[in-house]
Structure formats: C-alpha cells, structure tokens
C-alpha cells in the first residue's frame, strides 16, 4: 500500500521553544522541542515484547522509546514520533531519541518524505549528532549511518542519500550481524531503494531484493518474533512467486501487538496470496478493532486513516473472493463512513483507486438494481466517477437492457478520457488499468446479446492486460476477468478452455471459491468426475461462510 503523503506537521514539534528541555542555540545545531506539547502520550497496552536497550538515565525514556520503535515497525510514524518526542522531554540528551525522530521523518515503503519532513528529520538527526558523545559506540554507528540519509537543503533527487544509506547500514550490520533491530533497518535501507518495485510484473527479484529476503531471514532466524522483520518480510514475499514462504511472519504477525492495527492487518497480504480467504477476512477485522481502540487513545490523526481504510478494503476482498456478501458489503460501505472529508481530501490521489469497491461487491454478488440505485461520487474522485458509470453500463446489459448500457458505456470513455494524466501518475496507476474496464463493459455487453465469439475475444484481451497490471494488494481489478471468461467459456461448452482458465486464476489467487466453482463444472464437463470431486470438495470448504450458493462463476451468467 504506497501512501503519498502530506506533511503531519510534525515539524512543528521540533522547530519550537528551546527552554522548555533547557536546550540552547550554543550547544544544539537544530530545534528542540515545542513547549506547548508537554503532556505528550501515555503508554498503551499490548505493544508486545520488543525492546532495545539505549543509552539513557531515565527509565520513562526507555519505555517511551520502545513503544516509539514498535510503533515505527508498524508503520505508525506519525505515533512513533510521539512517542521519542515523549522519551526526549525526559532525557533531551538522550541521542537514541534524536535518532528515533530523523528515522521516522524519513522516507518508508509507502511514503516519499515531502519538504516538510526532510526538514524535521535533518533538525533531529543535528540533535542526535550534538549528543553523539553520549552514545555508545553501536548508537554512534547508527546515528553516523543515519546523517548519509538527510542533507540540508534537501536535494530534489534523493536516490545518491538514499544509497549512500544503505552503503553505510550494510557496514553496520557487517559489524554488528547479531542485532536483529540492525538487520531489520539494512533490509528496509534496501528496500527504499526501490519500494513496491522489488519484482517484475513476472515476479522475477530485482536488483538487491534476494539480498533483502536473506537479510531478513537471517534476522528471524536470531529472532522469529521481531515486528519489524516479519512486517517487512510479508512485503518482501508477497508480490514474489513464492508468496507462501511468508506464512510463518504472517502467522507471527497474528497477535504479536494487539495494540497495532496496522500489523494485525498484515498477515491478510500473506493469506490472501496463499488462499487463506476467512483468515484473511478475520486478520482485518482484528486490525479495526484495534484501531477503533487506539483511535478513542489517539484521536488526532492523519495518515493513519488510510492504513485504516485499507483494512476494509483488503477485507472486502477476501469476502469477496470466498462468497461473503454481508461481510464483504459492509466493509465497503465502511471505506465511505470512516474517511472524512478533510482525508479524502487530502489524500484524494491514493483513496481514488479504492472507494469504487462498493460498485465491485455489487457487481460480484449480481445486484444490478443496487449499482444503479447508486449516487454518483463526488467529483473530486475521477477515478471513482469512471468505474461508477463502467458499472452501471455492465448492470445494464445484465438487465438486457442494451441501449442504456451502450448509454453508459459512452459516459465511461468520456470520464475515462477526462481523467488528467497527471493523476493517473500521482495514483502509481497505469492508464491499461482503465482499458481492462472498457475491454470487459464491450465483453459484458456482447456475452449478454449472446455473441460469444466477441465476448471471448474482449475478455481475452482484458485479462491479458490485467495479468501485467503492477502489483497491488489488493489487486487493482478486484474480480478476476477470467472469472467471467471461464464462464462463457462454460456456456458455450469450450469446457476445455475453461478448465485452463480457471486453473490460470487459481495459480494467482489459490483457493477462490468462484474459481473452484467454475473448475469443477469444467472437469464434470469433460467427464474427469473424480478430479471434479475432489475440487468440489476444496469449493465447500472456502464457500462454508457464504450465504448463498453460487451456479457460476460470474453473476453475468447466473441461472
């Protein structure tokens, strides 16, 4: 899930009042911490056990920054800022503290730093570089690892920092190969070299992704609990072929910090990859109790609200994918009640590609009258505005009703062609993405007026290209074009054909019901009834949750 961010404000805690921590502009080259904010968090429950001893006099700053570090390998910066800053006002000279904010100002795996925050992270890294005598000489290895990473001013092209860090977080761990925080923080510098891009669309490892999964296993190998390694080690695996060598870090993952919604969630990247469909779905539901707790704690929040609604979403999708409509409905409907107008705003850009799933349960589950009973969006989502009109063209033509649908199929291209290429490239979003929606409105339309030939050539060529889509988690077309192919092909008795296709999405997405259903009327089609057992067998276990039977596996071509 790549964020692109928008400054918390963070800066505004470090560029305040030196008095308040009796810091002075003669010995500390950057800002200190901001008066106004001396309450400062408390410390929750069910962080885990993670911890890492630093150099400090004060007990309270050794808890408040091993609840600041949990918090940063859960993604949770903005809190694990909080939290340092916490453990700052009862030591400043702690050097650790500084270090622990320049990290979290930082660029991570799914957000660039902005102005903003490349300024706070070099205030910080100063203060932790001004204390650098009072480190130990692993701290000190560490914060001098740290200053490759910031320079003031910042340059537009970060890669020569970004690189250099990772040079000099390679000789750390060469130095230090037992600390498993050390290991976790060399795999992540790599891993920011290119985020979301350690393997081809084909899954082939990039560049310094085989170094990243050693490195990482190496740590869990010393450590099999640590947060931050199995956190990154589920990112590491999940866009590769072999997603199911991350089972165990998903399973570790699974209540090693209650308090943490974001790694609660994680495991689901994992489940959903391996056909681990109800688990997935129960992972999520974990992850938004826990964040409804934490909110009531730590109501002030920004981008945390999008890890938030990613809950939903990836839980919508694995309901989605082993029949549960309710579940899978509800979790939509909650993407639209839990962002405010201020994070929709805000982080239009991201969200646009996921608040059209309302529309994608509707048209799993065949409820065409609910797609067009649909307001439409709000214009400040074009994305959102185009999949809404491709779904009311397809609810039309399964209503036979072929010239609204022809209708709204026009409306889709004329959205389509109006959305700004520039925000196609801000939402990390290939244009084909909208080419697979207009391949499959033309496929839907010609299946319904019964020209099967057509119809198997437009999805053909819609699921060729969604094969090649840049990975997504969950995938950017959240129902498989091979689902409805596999169907025509079903109803034209081509059960041969079908039979490939099916076994073509189950390589991708293990275990989906719609799929095993669409297999086993395959094999029973061709007379292979045993096959066709056993994967009936495999179809009523992932459909035991359903609420209802499925007789295909589209909607389009329901009985």
């Not at 839990?338 to 805000?346: F, G, K, R, S, V």
């Not at 498989?480 to 025509?488: E, F, K, N």
Request: contains cysteine.
């Amino acid at each position: 899930m790549k964020i692109f961010t928008v400054s918390t404000a963070v800066i505004g805690l470090l560029c305040g009042a030196w008095t308040s921590l009796n810091l002075s502009e003669s010995n500390v080259p950057g800002p200190g911490l901001q008066q106004a904010d001396e309450s400062g968090p408390s410390l929750f429950e069910g962080m885990g056990g993670h911890k890492r001893t630093i150099t400090t006099s004060a007990e309270e700053t050794q808890q408040f920054f091993d609840q600041g570090l949990t918090w940063a390998y859960g993604f949770n910066h903005d809190e694990a800022i909080r939290f340092f800053l916490a453990a700052a006002r009862k030591d400043p000279d702690c050097p650790m503290v500084w270090w622990g904010i320049a990290y979290c100002e930082g660029p991570n795996y799914n957000s660039p730093i902005t102005p903003e925050r490349s300024k706070a992270a070099w205030y910080a890294m100063q203060n932790a570089l001004a204390r650098i005598d009072k480190a130990s000489d692993r701290e000190r290895a560490l914060i001098e690892a740290l200053a490759t990473r910031y320079a003031m001013p910042a340059p537009q092209d970060r890669s020569d920092l970004d690189r250099a860090y990772a040079e000099a977080m390679e000789r750390v761990w060469n130095r230090y190969p037992a600390d498993t925080d050390i290991g976790t923080w060399y795999a992540e510098s790599l891993m920011m070299l290119r985020p979301w891009k350690l393997y081809t669309t084909e899954g082939v490892p990039e560049p310094d992704t085989e170094k990243i999964v050693e490195t990482l296993e190496a740590v869990l190998k010393l450590q099999p609990d640590h947060p931050g390694a199995n956190h990154l080690y589920v990112h590491a695996m999940e866009p590769s072929n072999t997603p199911q060598r991350a089972i165990p870090a998903a399973n570790a993952l699974d209540d090693l910090v209650p308090a943490s919604g974001h790694l609660l969630h994680m495991p689901s990247h994992i489940y959903v990859r391996t056909g681990h469909w109800d688990k997935a779905v129960e992972q999520n539901q974990k992850a938004i109790a826990a964040d409804n707790d934490y909110l009531k704690k730590s109501p002030q929040q920004g981008m945390q609200i999008v890890y938030m609604i990613h809950n939903s979403h990836m839980m919508a999708y694995a309901a989605m994918m082993c029949g549960r409509e309710q579940v899978a409905m509800q979790a939509a409907r909650r993407m639209w009640t839990q962002t405010p107008d201020e994070i929709l705003n805000q982080f239009g850009p991201f969200l646009d590609r996921w608040m059209c799933s309302v529309y994608d349960v509707q048209k799993r589950f065949g409820r065409w009258d609910a797609i067009l009973a649909e307001p439409p969006p709000p214009e400040s989502l074009p994305l959102t505005q185009a999949i809404w009109r491709a779904h009311r063209a397809i609810a039309y033509a399964a209503k036979k009703d072929f010239p609204n649908a022809e209708k709204e199929y026009t409306s889709f291209r004329q959205a389509r062609e109006a959305i700004p290429a520039e925000l196609l490239e801000a939402m990390e979003m290939d244009e084909r993405f909208l080419q697979v929606s207009d391949l499959f409105i033309r496929g839907e339309i010609a299946l319904q007026q019964k020209q099967w030939n057509k119809a198997i050539e437009f999805l053909n060529q819609a699921a060729e290209i969604e094969s090649t889509l840049s990975y997504g988690e969950p995938p950017q077309w959240l129902q498989p074009i091979r689902h409805t192919l596999g169907a025509v092909y079903i109803a034209t008795g081509n059960f041969v054909e079908a039979e490939k296709c099916y076994r073509e999405d189950l390589e991708k997405w293990p275990d989906n019901g719609w799929s095993l259903f669409g297999l086993r009327q395959a094999l029973q089609g061709q007379g292979k009834t045993e096959q066709a057992e056993v994967v009936q067998q495999r179809f009523k276990k992932v459909w035991s949750k359903a609420e209802e039977p499925i007789d295909t596996s589209c909607k389009c071509l329901s009985k």
